[in-house]
């Protein structure tokens, strides 16, 4: 099992690899992990018209509580010069509770996927990403403008589950 300060060197650690490789992904492998924030990732996002690097921090299995949200986003935007986002999973039930914290912290970069879908080859059983339709209702009601039509968005995860197999999350 990792602390959360452990897991942040690691994180911050995993980023200058990936800063002086000029890799665009690193991955701390979760296996083992109870909780812990687990990928970095460097990637390319448009924001505000520019494009540059964002450090993703990733609860790939989706166990990650808010404080452990809050510490490690802290920590890395006290710590990178990057701007930061959060890739996360819902299989506790926590990531819209996660969402909250990385806003308050001025998180404006979330990864989602229509439905909840994905999961982890690394974690058996741990559900799919925050669903989209779930991340935009919420901001929505935050009176934070997304350009999301979430219509069009739940019609298009409606559109989707049927050929997934399995009823979607959201």
């Known amino acids: 099992r990792a602390n959360t300060t452990g897991t942040g060197n690691t994180a911050l ?9 000029d890799r665009r992904q690193c991955a701390i492998a ?9 990928v970095v990732d460097r990637s390319r996002h448009r924001l505000r018209g520019h494009e540059q690097d ?14 452990e ?13 990057e701007p930061v986002g959060v890739h996360l999973h819902d ?14 912290l ?10 909840g879908l994905g999961g982890c080859p690394y974690a058996p059983g741990a559900t799919g ?17 997304t350009g999301v039509d979430l ?11 049927p050929h997934v197999g399995h009823l979607l999350p959201s």
């Open 54 to 67: 964002v450090v993703v921090l990733a609860d790939t299995i989706g166990v990650a509580a808010p404080s």
């Open 13 to 21: 650690g995993a980023t200058a690899l990936a800063r002086r490789e």
């Open 151 to 161: 219509d069009a968005l739940v019609n298009a995860s409606r559109f989707i589950e």
């Open 129 to 145: 990403n925050l669903a989209t339709e779930d991340l935009v209702y919420m901001l929505d009601g935050l009176g934070i403008r």
């Open 69 to 81: 949200v809050g510490s490690q986003v802290g920590r890395c935007r006290r710590t990178l010069r």
């Open 91 to 104: 299989t506790r039930g926590t990531a819209l509770a996660n969402v909250l914290t990385a806003l308050d």
């Open 30 to 38: 979760p296996q083992h992990r109870r909780r812990a924030i687990v």
């Open 106 to 115: 001025g998180i404006a970069t979330y990864d989602a996927a229509a439905g």
